[in-house]
């Protein structure tokens, strides 16, 4: 059982367009639908007055209107009084330019005589490829050596009469012959490779759903060729497929009018990018050889020899790497031999012996630690993490912080992490020296490690042994994951950790981290580490406003507001400046000043400090329903509302344009100040076909009528604009301050000037209001000329959309109902105007189509099923609805409900 309730939209009553060929439009021309002739061009003849009386709309026209070279057979219907439409036998020819005329003795019904003259000269597509593919470029053994190009045709074309047309050709002169085969489906295995060709296109004309032929393998394609090296592409530069001009199509009447090429790329020889000794924390050491393409799984060992030869030595093939495995642990140097008859999987040979010296360098002594200035949960598990890899042992010392302590080492933390206030950027970085910190030393102990080389050694610390002062207050290793304990409240700490390593005797200092004065005998130094941590149940929010900051303070144990937290803002050296107390409902506003540089809140011992600046954490807008600019939205500025009469017109007629203009400053909005305006028109080329200077009144408006030219359609642009204010930008680089004036000097608004003719005919339908949980819905039809006849057996085709939607009731906007198990983005749509951009999907939709033809009074009842849904909630229909009338004139309506 669903819901159903209604809203209903008309859209407005289509207007049909047509292409204008010809610049003029004076009577009699041509109109083809599209740019160039193709199978689907609609071709009318549009004379100056009516010709044909109303008993002869939609009869063939017997006697010769049309003189069309070359010839293009076909017939003449009358579809207006003044409107013939011309119906060909076949598609045009490819390749081919047309030259209409008019012919025969014709007048119109007024007596005035039809000229004979020229009235278009139009070209059809040349014979060329519209859609070209590497076949298999993504399977897992393509090669470009052996690239298969997938060729569609716009004409169907044979593979013999192609064959001496196309080669592979590459830079220098290498060429290649090619296998050329007719495409089958079972090879393409793709129904989007698939295309109709030229006499195809001809043949569906006019079909609502075209049939699809059965996808069998051997289904072939008339209209495509597969092309195939005759033997591998050889190493060369710029490999390309090219198609000679004079390629012909099936006819042979059609040819390519130029050569083409398809890209394949640049077949490099096989080589070895980088041979090297590669060591892994915890994983056996290896030696890695990457080719710049891949290798065969099956590679022979044999072809790779390492001196002295390790023990259990094996060869692993990874993609494009080689890698040689084996016991390394004994030799420091090896010399590892490839040989020149090591092949890639595509049989490119390597050629040349390529041989190296290797020698496994033991990993650089590290220390990592989890964070720099952060807090964890009081309440959690109070353990810290530390990772080490080829150190002897640690030594850990640990300072309590108290008071503003905290705040002195976060200002000098900076100096450690690099990172300022308000985000700068600080050098040179240095260690915070242990002993100028205020504060308790609560641990100093050293953990011997007694790991291999090249391993790592995890320590977990633990925050409440290092506060009762344990000896041992840590573990060796990081515990696998218990049942986690139920959180409980914990004492507060804040602490600053310091770890310095002991290297393993005999690593050497890493090359990148010598300065001039080591050499190659300096050792490796001793890692240190440095971090701020705080234990802590306070929770912040905040919302930064202008001035100041509301403050939301709430316990990460339970999520409830947090009253009486104290809460003090510091400057420089831990400087008191401002201070506020939460309410009961963890809220306080304090403010935002420019020497603040911490935020610190309290309660009771439990306290939280962080950077009070613009490195404060903050959550995007785009997560909630508010608009929002990237620049500072400006308090003034010009406001300017332009409309016209209508929005669609005929070349040569006036426009009538009217314009409002504020200025807006704040919440108010009054007149603007006089100052010199113009209006400049552009037609769709951006030719300025109109400057004109603009008095606005007293009281802020302003109108103005103009003509359009008489020989120019489609989009044209009305621009009113301020150049005094414009001409500033000459003279501006910054980009946010050309943007904001050119939002305030200028504005723009468009208008469609097209031929056209009114509908012959008109559409009204309504879906009768379905009862809670019905299980179909009605939609009532009707057609009518206006003259007032039906649209006796006009065909009809409708495409429904059923969609679930939620329900949203006024004044329940904090109530949901329906289903909310996802995201509903239509409740923030309905309640706060928002919509997202991804909302695709979002809810289940379910679409069908039906066919039918209004009886002969034009009307037509439709009855349509509801599919029961998944879950009790509403559902929004959607009816687009096309009639079509025995002159082929097609409108189409669409209601919602």
Known sequence: MGWNFIHTSMRPTAVLLAGLITGATAAPRLHVSTESLTPESTIELVLDRAVAGPDRIGKEVLSPWLDIQPAWTGTLFWKEANVLEFRPTGPPALGTRYTFKLTGKHAHLDGSAIPNVELAKVGSEPFQVDYAALLDRYVDDWSPRTASFFLRFNGDVLPDKAA??????????????????????????????????????????????PKNPELKPELEVPNGLIVTPLQPLPVGDNWRLSMLAGLPDTSGKAKFPADATRHIGDIDPLKVEELTARVVADEPRKIVADFNVKLPLDLPASLVKVEPQPKDMRVEVRNSGLHVLGDFSGDTEWTVTLDPAIASQDGRALGAPVSKKLTFEPLKPELALPSQDESQLASGNRKYRIQTVNLASVKVRVKRLAGTDLIRAQQGYRHYTGVGHDGKELKPTHLLPYEMLSGETVADFEIPFDTALDTTQPVMVDWDKVLAGDAKPYTLGFPKEADPATPAPQAPAAFFIEIAGTPKEGIPLAKGDRSDEDSDESMAKSPVAQALVQLTDIGLAWKIIDGEARVFAFSCLTGKPLPDVQLATFGEDAKSLQQAKTGNDGMAVIPRENAARHLEAKLGEDRFSVAYDSTLPTVGLWRFPVRYSWEETPMEKRRVFLFTDRSLY?????????????????????????????????????????RRDVTISPTGGFDVSFELPAETTGYHRITFEYPDELAKLENMEDWSERSQLQENASFALGIRVEEFRRNAFEITQTIDKPVIGAKNFTLQLKAAYYQGQPVAKGSVETFTTISETNFYPEKFRDFLFGDHRTQDFGYWYHYFGYRWDDDNGSRRSDSQSSKGELTADGTMRVMMGLPDPEFPMGREIAVSTEVTDANRQTLNERTET
């Open 164 to 209: 001496p047309f196309l080669f592979y050709e590459a830079d220098g002169g290498k060429r290649v012959a090619a296998k050329i085969e007719r495409a089958t489906f079972g090879r393409l295995k793709q129904p989007g490779y698939l295309g109709a060709s030229w006499a195809e296109r001809f043949a569906r004309r006019g079909q609502e759903t």
């Open 650 to 690: 005929r070349p040569g007629e006036s426009v009538h344009l009217k314009g409002i203009v504020r200025h807006q400053n704040g919440n108010a909005i009054v007149a603007d100040a006089a100052k010199p305006a113009q209006l400049v028109v552009a037609d769709p080329k951006n030719k300025e076909i109109l």
